[in-house]
């Protein structure tokens, strides 16, 4: 079956096989989080990009298989709401940045910054560090294709930053600088919440999110 990212509440994973990483996404709690398991093909080791909620079908997700990392994106408590259980129970290494760090139940047993790598078994995803939604938000990418956003970007525009315009700008400048300045437009974009998007689709409209604010 064609991935779609499309999920929906106590729906299955969608399941996308791509060169060297197998990616789930399932949808997870009341409010509509993401959460995606990313494995290695070689080896099978896995990340799971936010432990937001229910922990018990994060772990079926899991499986028997091993993973050695929990990235938690951001310090919003629909993010992190299962990490404790799910870093319990799978003995994973939890990752955060430092800034955001302090606001999780678990002690972080890595942090990262921008330009940082988090391996998964023979590949590696790197850090770009996206300030304004939360000091210490955090995106993590794939080759240059495949970038799992939080809740910095999404289909049609840049994360919440509370209507102030100093967090706005430095989001939405980070999102730019950081991410649409630098990757090709073919770059899939999975958000921590709803359906994703590519950054092609989103592009043109950059001039109207920055003229609105939000």
């Known amino acids: 079956m064609t991935y779609t990212g499309n999920v929906a509440k106590d729906g299955p994973a969608d399941v996308r096989e791509v060169p060297g990483l197998t990616i789930s996404k399932i949808e997870v709690g009341d409010f509509g989080n993401n959460a995606y398991l990313l494995r290695c093909a070689e080896t099978g080791d896995g990340v799971l990009i936010d432990a937001a909620a229910e922990p018990d079908r ?3 997700l ?3 298989m091993p993973i050695s990392a929990i990235v938690t994106t951001h ?3 629909d993010h992190w709401m299962a ?3 799910v870093a319990r129970a799978t003995g994973a ?3 955060a940045h430092p800034l955001d760090a302090p606001e999780l139940p678990v002690k972080v047993t890595r942090e990262v910054g921008h330009g940082d790598r988090v391996t998964v078994g023979v590949v590696t995803l790197d850090v770009i560090h996206l300030r304004g939604h939360t000091p210490g938000s955090i995106a993590l990418l794939y080759q240059d294709r495949h970038l799992f956003t939080g809740d910095s970007l999404f289909p049609g525009g840049v994360g919440n930053t509370q209507k102030d315009p100093a967090r706005f700008e430095q989001l939405f400048t980070d999102v730019v600088e950081r991410i649409f300045d630098r990757l090709p437009d073919e770059t899939w974009v999975y958000p921590g919440h709803g359906k994703d998007t590519t950054l092609g689709a ?3 409209h950059l001039p109207e999110w920055k003229a609105r604010g939000w």
């Open 58 to 60: 994060l772990l079926e």
């Open 62 to 64: 899991i499986g028997d």
């Open 75 to 77: 310090r919003h408590r």
């Open 83 to 85: 990490l404790e259980e």
């Open 93 to 95: 290494q939890t990752i």
């Open 202 to 204: 989103e592009r043109p």
